[in-house]
Each structure stands twice: as C-alpha cells, then as structure tokens.
C-alpha cells in the first residue's frame, strides 16, 4: 500500500464561518462537519458551534449578509455554561473558500476548524509534489500557511463530520473532566517539549498537583473509553 501523507496547518480565516466566530463574543471553536456545493458560490454546510456561554444563532445569523439558517439543534452540556450547537447553514461564501481550496488541489479535507482566530485544517494528500502545490496555492491566495505537521499515512481517514466526535465527547465526559483536559491543552500540557508542567496547570485549576495527576489520568481514561472502548461505535449508531 502507497504511504500518502496527513498534513495539518494554520491559515487566515475567511467567509461565513469567519463571520459566525467573529459575531459570536465568546466563541470557542467552529467545526465544519461537512459541506455539499449547490452553485454560483452558494454551499450547504454543517456546523458544531462552541461557545463559553449560550448564544443565539438566529440573532448571529440575521447580522450576517449571504447567509441563512436552514436548521439548529442545541446539545445539551449539563451542568456548564457552555453553549454548543449544531447547525445547517445555506451560505454564499466569497472566493476564496478554504474549503474550496482545498478540494481544488484533490486533497481530501479531514478537518477544517475556527479557533482563536484563525482556520486550523488537517488533510491528506497523495504525496510531496501535492503538498506543496496546496500549501503554494492556499498562501498565495489567503496570504497564511503556516505547516503545523506532516505524517505518512496508509489510511485516508473519514472527510470531515468531526463534529459528531465533539458533540459525543462533551455530553459524555463530566463537567470536571472537560475543564481539567481543556485546562491541560490550553497551558501546552500536552506538547513537546511541555510549556506547562502538572504543578502549573494544578495552580490554574486551584488543586493539589496530585489531585490534578489522579483527575487528568481518570479523565484520559474516559476519553480513550469513548474513543475506543467496546460501546464506541455502538453508541455511536444507536443514539
């Protein structure tokens, strides 16, 4: 089997989503789950909307030009303030379209993700002369690539739909479990080299660096159970 590679990379944020996050005061993250072109620039997209408070999306919507809202469901967040929504969108996005770009350039788009500013995009490509026509390409037209990382794969990979992943992980894990994980990657716990150790993150959090070690190992734990424990896939499809 050919080896292909999995490339992940930052870039300058455009169009509707751009719109959304910037609408949006506290918005944490904006996944699009997936997307079906209609014409004349005018696509169908899936969105998971992550918020640190509840929001209204037919208000964000009205604000917005070459955008209306096709359908939304709240998910549930139990305890937290968190606001999170998955949304249809009916949106006339501006050239160029990361998306657009993307699927131009034959890569095949495993997630696109609005975060602190910026798009965050994970894609597989066939091989290094493919690569780089994307990334000349995507910095040429939206003025930003910026290469996070490169991997040799032998499986493609699902494109998109990462927001079923996110909707699962956080109705699921307990409200103490998202704030400890979150906590921990938001202080570069968990990179190489780490920018924060246990006894910083434990500080943020207001516990013992001990009681930070035994929570974070229960909530990797539960995590990885959801991932890939005996019910993953079952849950997944019954609920």
């Given at each position: 089997?050919?080896?292909?590679?999995?490339?992940?990379?930052?870039?300058?944020?455009?169009g509707i989503?751009?719109?959304?996050?910037?609408?949006?005061?506290?918005v944490?993250?904006i996944?699009?789950?997936?997307?079906?072109?209609v014409?004349?620039?005018?696509?169908i997209?899936?969105?998971?909307?992550?918020?640190?408070s509840?929001?209204?999306?037919?208000?964000?919507?009205?604000?917005?030009?070459?955008v209306?809202l096709?359908?939304h469901?709240v998910?549930?967040?139990?305890?937290?303030a968190?606001?999170?929504?998955?949304?249809?969108?009916?949106?006339?996005?501006?050239?160029?379209?990361?998306l657009?770009?993307?699927?131009?350039?034959?890569?095949?788009?495993?997630?696109?993700?609005y975060r602190d500013k910026?798009?965050?995009?994970?894609?597989?490509?066939?091989?290094?002369e493919q690569?780089?026509s994307?990334?000349?390409?995507i910095d040429?037209?939206?003025?930003?690539?910026?290469?996070q990382?490169?991997?040799?794969?032998?499986?493609?990979?699902?494109?998109?739909?990462?927001?079923?992943l996110?909707?699962?992980?956080v109705?699921?894990l307990?409200?103490?479990?998202?704030?400890?994980?979150?906590?921990?990657?938001?202080?570069?716990?968990?990179?190489?080299?780490?920018?924060?150790?246990?006894?910083?993150?434990?500080?943020?959090?207001?516990?013992?660096?001990?009681?930070f070690?035994?929570?974070?190992?229960?909530?990797?734990?539960?995590?990885?159970?959801?991932l890939?424990?005996?019910?993953?896939?079952?849950?997944?499809f019954t609920?």
């Amino acid at each position: 089997m050919r080896t292909i590679l999995r490339i992940a990379f930052r870039t300058r944020p455009t169009g509707i989503i751009e719109g959304v996050g910037e609408t949006i005061d506290d918005v944490r993250s904006i996944e699009l789950d997936n997307a079906f072109y209609v014409e004349d620039g005018t696509w169908i997209e899936s969105l998971t909307i992550g918020s640190e408070s509840q929001f209204d999306i037919e208000a964000v919507v009205e604000r917005l030009s070459g955008v209306r809202l096709f359908h939304h469901r709240v998910v549930p967040t139990g305890p937290t303030a968190a606001g999170i929504e998955r949304v249809t969108i009916i949106a006339n996005e501006s050239y160029p379209f990361i998306l657009g770009l993307v699927l131009r350039q034959e890569a095949i788009p495993n997630r696109i993700t609005y975060r602190d500013k910026e798009f965050r995009v994970v894609a597989t490509v066939r091989d290094w002369e493919q690569f780089r026509s994307m990334a000349d390409d995507i910095d040429h037209k939206l003025g930003k690539f910026e290469l996070q990382q490169v991997t040799e794969i032998k499986n493609v990979g699902e494109p998109l739909d990462s927001g079923r992943l996110s909707e699962t992980v956080v109705t699921k894990l307990t409200t103490e479990q998202i704030e400890i994980l979150e906590t921990a990657y938001n202080t570069g716990y968990f990179e190489v080299p780490r920018r924060a150790d246990g006894t910083e993150v434990a500080d943020r959090l207001g516990i013992s660096q001990s009681n930070f070690s035994e929570r974070l190992r229960t909530a990797e734990n539960h995590l990885l159970e959801l991932l890939f424990g005996t019910n993953a896939y079952h849950s997944e499809f019954t609920e």
